[in-house]
């Protein structure tokens, strides 16, 4: 069986749609899975383990980069397609099913819209593949002996960022010794480059103690 999965350019949405695609893997476990998303949201997919081929998508002007997806996918006899960005390419390939999500915005957490695409209650949680290598490297960045609490304070667009101050009270809310995560240490991620740097630093400002993580990971 061969399933083209078709997620999100973007890390947050395709972390969420591991759920998704883990409840198929488990579904069909002999399935082979091509899997397209973001060139930034690549290692999210890297480890799945039915992972055929993994297609990262590099955008382009007037959407030429649909075109190279559909060279890439066209002349394979699919068994089904599930469509997460509410493209065309879904209903341009030759496949036995289909499931396009729809488009625009709706009512609701986003993992219940992508599992009533398949008729999934309750909605599968997201998940996380590593291989021994990535433990070991996170293991090396996160000294052992206490819990972690870690933030991830960027985004794609500066007006979905939450204010600094905000991941900072929340922060020593959350490791205070009445907190959930009393003693805990707090490390903060995000992505390369200076975009993501410059989001971050607010938080690391307020939060001296934090451990930063920003472009490591």
Same mark, same amino acid.
């Given at each position: 069986?061969?399933i083209?999965?078709?997620?999100?350019?973007?890390?947050?949405d395709?972390?969420?749609?591991?759920g998704?695609?883990?409840?198929?893997?488990?579904?069909?476990?002999?399935?082979?899975?091509?899997i397209?998303?973001?060139?930034?949201?690549?290692? $999210?997919?890297?480890?799945? #383990?039915? &992972?055929?081929?993994l297609?990262?998508?590099?955008?382009?002007?007037?959407?030429?980069?649909?075109?190279?997806i559909?060279?890439?996918?066209?002349?394979t006899?699919?068994d089904?397609?599930v469509?997460l960005?509410?493209?065309?390419?879904a209903w341009?390939?030759?496949?036995?099913?289909?499931?396009?999500?729809?488009g625009?915005r709706?009512?609701g957490?986003? %993992?219940?819209? %992508?599992a009533?695409?398949?008729?999934?209650?309750? /909605?599968? &949680?997201?998940?996380?593949?590593?291989?021994?290598?990535? $433990?070991a490297r996170?293991?090396? %960045? =996160? /000294?052992?002996?206490?819990?972690w609490?870690? %933030?991830?304070?960027?985004?794609?667009?500066?007006r979905?960022?939450?204010?600094?101050?905000?991941?900072?009270? =929340?922060?020593l809310?959350?490791?205070?010794?009445?907190?959930?995560l009393?003693?805990?240490g707090?490390?903060? &991620?995000?992505?390369?480059?200076?975009?993501?740097?410059?989001?971050?630093? #607010?938080? &690391?400002?307020?939060?001296?103690?934090?451990?930063d993580?920003?472009?490591k =990971?």
């Amino acid at each position: 069986m061969r399933i083209i999965f078709i997620s999100s350019t973007r890390i947050g949405d395709a972390v969420l749609s591991t759920g998704l695609l883990d409840h198929l893997a488990r579904k069909h476990q002999d399935a082979r899975f091509t899997i397209v998303c973001g060139r930034v949201a690549e290692g $999210v997919f890297r480890r799945m #383990p039915q &992972l055929e081929r993994l297609i990262a998508v590099e955008k382009r002007r007037y959407s030429l980069h649909w075109l190279e997806i559909w060279g890439a996918l066209a002349f394979t006899r699919w068994d089904l397609v599930v469509d997460l960005r509410a493209s065309a390419i879904a209903w341009l390939l030759w496949t036995r099913e289909r499931r396009v999500i729809q488009g625009g915005r709706r009512p609701g957490h986003r %993992l219940t819209h %992508l599992a009533t695409l398949l008729g999934v209650s309750p /909605p599968p &949680l997201p998940v996380i593949w590593t291989a021994p290598e990535d $433990v070991a490297r996170a293991a090396s %960045l =996160l /000294p052992a002996g206490r819990p972690w609490l870690v %933030l991830g304070p960027t985004a794609n667009w500066h007006r979905k960022v939450w204010p600094a101050e905000r991941f900072a009270e =929340l922060a020593l809310r959350l490791t205070a010794p009445d907190g959930a995560l009393p003693g805990a240490g707090i490390a903060i &991620l995000g992505g390369p480059g200076d975009q993501e740097r410059s989001m971050a630093t #607010p938080v &690391l400002t307020a939060l001296p103690q934090a451990l930063d993580l920003v472009g490591k =990971l």
